[in-house]
């Protein structure tokens, strides 16, 4: 969530060899110090976001459905929707050109999560932890994916709660019902299941709810292994139970650690593929994303990843990130959609990393 205001430092290149995941120390793109890390490089860019100066884009989400949908009159593979936490909702096709925008306030974080149905078409479920004075909670949006013409992302209603600051937001299936679970700025848990009431609106019920300790953000479910992983900014990356019946149990993965997990400890998501399934977070503090193998009885660190400079400039600071599982659009086995805090041109941006590049990188397989 902070920006980085650390002094330009260069950095020269130097590849290790002997080494699996073959890390290299990369130049900085002269804001904020990038830590030792696999290099890849993204393939996709969106347009700026927010006005020059301005921390805005946050957290993205990523998905994609059995086949082509339309936004706004816009076929596409698959969807990338972004906060701009100043001002709304983007909505960006796998090109990075923008599908739809939605002036609906101080978004921060964005997940989707399909299982709801209205007037018995299945939904693609959206929800943004809402900051906006008046309105704070999660705020609600749907999009149909058989829809066609002008369909597009559209609002839905809220969950309230007594959290003042909504932070970060992530959803989960557990079994037919869909669970959505809020962080407070402060580290308040809030987990709730919805459904869709008999006038259409949704219909919100708490519950859990449980305190990490202090500021928190990053959010990402793990059905699969029953695990709901946490980053508490300058503690580190905690795993809980995604069963409310689980309480506040909870086991601390990874301290705030140099060379692995540097505050701030940020954005998280899960991705799967052949190999296995696997939690990538963004370890701000040094500008490198660390993964963890999470399908065993405890994750299990993999390495870490930088991206660097190529045709599209690296990548820093980033707040969120989310990814697809599976083939999504020109990525055949899944797709890594991070926020760079300084794009070379303009502002903040997202930026689209091939989920091949990243394994490549690391050395899994
Ligand atoms: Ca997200
Ligand atoms: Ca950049
Ligand atoms: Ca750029």
Redesign the pocket.
Known sequence: MSRLSLAPLLLAVTLMSGCATHEVDFQGEGAGVVGAGAGVTAVVETPSVGLPGQDAAD???VWAGVGPVTVMGTPTPGLVVGTDKKAGLYVYGLDGAVLQFLPEGLLN???AVEGLSLAGRPQLLLGASDRTPGRTGVSLYLFDPAGTGQNGIRPWGAITTDVVEPYGF?FARLGTEVHAILVGHEGEVRQFVLTVGADGAPVSREVRRFEIGTISEGCAADPETSALYLTEENVGLWRYGLDPASGDARILVQPIAPGILVADAEGLTTIADATGRYLIGSSQGDSTFPVWKIDGAAPAYVGRFVVQAGVIDGVTGTD?L?AWSGAIGQFPDGLVVVQDDINDVGNQNFKYIDWRDIRTALGIR
Do not use: L, S
């Open positions: 957290d993205p989400v974080n964005v997940d992530c969120g989310a």
